[in-house]
């Protein structure tokens, strides 16, 4: 076990979120090359991407050279300290590529083994360059915007739920997560595609929806602005996965969380 202050990290998160964004934001206004794709074609990874990432890393070399790092576009390194730094260095990145201001810097720091069923999150930051705006929280200290305290309403109006969700790079996957989407509809008021997880969870936790629903996420999707919903008084679950290995992540209101979850499955 460590004794590190989940405090601490956060600002080590919040002060490397921004910076890295910054740099991501400079990137963006130079134009953005695509450097590869990955699981799809539709999984592409930029320049920028890469880039980003590696200051990240750089900087947490520096600052915590015992602590271990998962991030979306290097190697993973389990560290000698217990922590694990949880890194998705531009999420939204088919939104960052189209020029769609939508994407984030997602940066995680959790206690334990790189597997999510297994960590503990103790802090987090996911920071919206083009809307300046940083996301934050350490464990036990509540979820902020900015120096704004966020608290998730416990209900959904009449209407229904305002949800947002997303959808795989494969193809294959479309037809069951536009399945899931026709199965939520019956609580749902509308539905959002907003394209970077870690916003929709953000969104989450600042009221901005009601709840979230997306299978086939990575780690780095929602280290951080998982520990965000559940510092705000949101509702976080990873449901089990599906045969193609595509865990299911669950987030809402306490009002509509068991209701959304239910729906949502397989
Ligand atoms: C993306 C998520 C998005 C999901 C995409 C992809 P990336 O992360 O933020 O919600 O629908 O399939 O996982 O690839 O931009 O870091």
Redesign the pocket.
């Known amino acids: 076990m460590t004794d590190a202050d989940p405090r601490e990290l956060e600002n080590i998160g919040i002060d490397l979120a921004r910076e890295a964004g910054q740099l991501a934001r400079e990137r963006r206004s130079a134009g953005v090359s695509i450097a590869a794709t990955?699981s799809a074609l539709?999984?592409?990874?930029t320049d920028a991407?890469r880039e980003v990432e590696a200051l990240i890393r750089s900087r947490l070399r520096e600052l915590r050279p015992a602590d271990g790092f998962l991030g979306?576009e290097s190697d993973a390194d389990p560290g000698r300290s217990g922590i694990t730094w949880v890194v998705?260095?531009?999420?939204?990145?088919?939104?960052?590529a189209y020029g769609i201001p939508f994407?984030?810097v997602?940066i995680a720091a959790v206690q334990g083994t790189s597997d999510p069923q297994t960590w503990t999150a103790l802090a987090g930051a996911v920071y919206v360059p083009s809307l300046d705006e940083m996301f934050h929280a350490a464990r036990g200290s509540g979820a902020w915007l900015g120096d704004r305290r966020l608290y998730v309403e416990a209900d959904v109006s009449a209407a229904g739920a305002l949800l947002a969700?997303?959808?795989?790079?494969d193809p294959a996957t479309h037809a069951g997560d536009l399945g899931r989407v026709a199965r939520v509809m019956p609580i749902a008021r509308d539905i959002r595609?907003?394209?970077?997880?870690?916003?929709?969870l953000c969104s989450v936790a600042a009221g901005r929806v009601d709840g979230y629903f997306?299978r086939?996420?990575?780690p780095?999707?929602h280290a951080a602005a998982a520990l965000i919903v559940t510092e705000a008084g949101g509702r976080f679950a990873l449901l089990p996965a599906d045969d193609t290995g595509r865990v299911l992540v669950i987030a809402a209101v306490p009002g509509v969380f068991d209701r959304l979850s239910t729906l949502a499955q397989p």
């Open positions: 990955k539709a999984d592409i990874v991407d979306e998705d260095p531009i999420d939204g990145t088919v939104n960052y994407y984030a997602s969700t997303g959808f795989g790079y595609r907003m394209g970077a997880a870690s916003i929709d997306e086939g996420l990575k780095w999707d």
